[in-house]
Nanobody, 114 residues
Framework: QVQLVESGGGLVQPGGSLKLSCTAS????????MSWYRQAPGKGREFVAD????????RYSDSVKGRFTTDKDSAKNMIFLQMENLVPEDTGVYYC???????WGQGTQVTVSS
């Protein structure tokens, strides 16, 4: 059974950092693109970053490039999103996704506010 579970969200002040985790089960993250998306209040879901399973190559949206880093831990079958220099516009529910398997996690809330 394919499953994705995110964790690590919370409340952080502007300029702060947070690390999100996504634990995969039922498939091997090394074989697929694994992506992060987010959804701000009242807005649609948008792409944040992804990591290619076979090569570890990463891509980022322009809004997070230079501040966010995604990577994977093959042994633990997990991916991570390290977020630095957070701004209020980063607030939203963050989701982990495996596009090829059409799988989404339940999401984890990130709130950036003073």
């Amino acid at each position: 059974q394919v499953q994705l579970v995110e964790s690590g969200g919370g409340l952080v002040q502007p300029g702060g950092s947070l690390k999100l985790s996504c634990t995969a089960s039922g498939f091997d993250v090394d074989k697929y693109y694994m992506s992060w998306y987010r959804q701000a209040p009242g807005k649609g879901r948008e792409f944040v970053a992804d990591v290619m399973g076979t090569t570890g190559r990463t891509r980022y949206s322009d809004s997070v490039k230079g501040r966010f880093t995604t990577d994977k831990d093959s042994a633990k079958n997990m991916i991570f999103l390290q977020m630095e220099n957070l701004v209020p516009e980063d607030t939203g529910v963050y989701y982990c996704r495996c596009r090829h398997l059409d799988a989404w996690g339940q999401g984890t809330q990130v709130t950036v506010s003073s």
